[in-house]
């Protein structure tokens, strides 16, 4: 499966597990995700290298992550997965489809060129410190590279303290770049830092801002799925339960039918 986005192709879908928690749970998940949805693209980070805890489960680390991802692009599924360093980019590009820059990196201009270099297609989550027309000079530095395969995704902005906002015309102003939008769903509902040496969260605000996103015409959505969220070794607070996944998915297909008729 090659992944594609945008207004000729059908709405997308990038779910997967925060962070990979073992190769059997990585397969397990992917699985049961196709079963509900059908065609999407698998996420799981190999490294968490921004957890608000130096306790905290970061991943099983590169080399073991990749391998781990390789083995279930070889299935067939297509993978995306995030990158901190440029030394990263090289290696991720050869088992994923998709490399992630995070939104606390979306700046770092040696990172973006890196990503930009592999061909693969680079998805930039804005940062929650990023006005929605200030993300395009991440994009232009990655388009620098000759690489035009870009998502920019919207995961929410910083609001006070331990709180984050979804500004809606945010979504149509980077619409307007040229390249596919994506609606992160599950960090935008995060509430950074908030528990403690950990983030929360408000899943019960999934849906409703999805259904607003998808309404205001992206392209597709992020989703960070787990079967048992509060057993979940990375961003459980906010994810969203597996077995949701499905029924919402149908919600916002229908809602994007509508969209692309208006």
Same mark, same amino acid.
């Given at each position: 499966?090659?992944?594609?986005? *945008? ?9 997967? #597990? ?12 992917? %699985? ?27 991943? #099983?680390?590169?080399?073991? %992550? ?35 820059? #995070? ?28 006005? #929605? ?26 609001? %006070? ?8 015309? *945010? ?21 950074? %830092? ?25 392209? *597709? ?42």
């Amino acid at each position: 499966m090659h992944p594609v986005f *945008g207004p000729k192709h059908p709405l997308g879908l990038i779910a997967g #597990p925060c962070v990979i928690e073992s190769e059997e749970h990585v397969h397990f998940l992917a %699985g049961e995700i196709r079963k509900a949805v059908g065609d999407f693209v698998f996420k799981a980070s190999f490294d968490k290298a921004n957890r608000s805890s130096v306790d905290s489960y970061r991943g #099983p680390g590169l080399k073991e %992550g990749l391998r781990i991802l390789g083995g279930l692009r070889a299935k067939g599924f297509a993978v995306l997965t995030d990158i901190h360093d440029p030394s990263q980019a090289g290696p991720a590009a050869e088992v994923a489809d998709i490399l992630q820059i #995070p939104a606390f990196l979306c700046r770092q201009t040696d990172l973006l060129i890196e990503a930009g270099r592999t061909g693969r297609m680079v998805n930039i989550k804005k940062g929650q410190f990023v006005a #929605p027309h200030d993300i395009r000079h991440a994009a232009d530095k990655v388009a620098s590279t000759g690489n035009d395969r870009i998502l920019l995704t919207e995961r929410g902005s910083t609001f %006070g303290y331990n709180n984050l906002v979804v500004d809606m015309r *945010g979504l149509v102003i980077m619409r307007e770049f040229g390249w596919p939008v994506i609606f992160d769903a599950t960090h935008s509902v995060q509430l950074p %830092g908030a528990a403690g040496t950990a983030s929360s969260g408000q899943p019960q605000f999934i849906e409703p801002l999805s259904r607003a996103a998808v309404g205001a015409g992206v392209d *597709g959505l992020f989703v960070e799925v787990h079967e048992t969220p509060e057993r979940a070794l990375s961003d459980g607070a906010n994810a969203l339960r597996l077995e949701l996944l499905g029924p919402l998915w149908q919600k916002l297909n229908a809602i994007d039918r509508i969209v692309r008729k208006l």
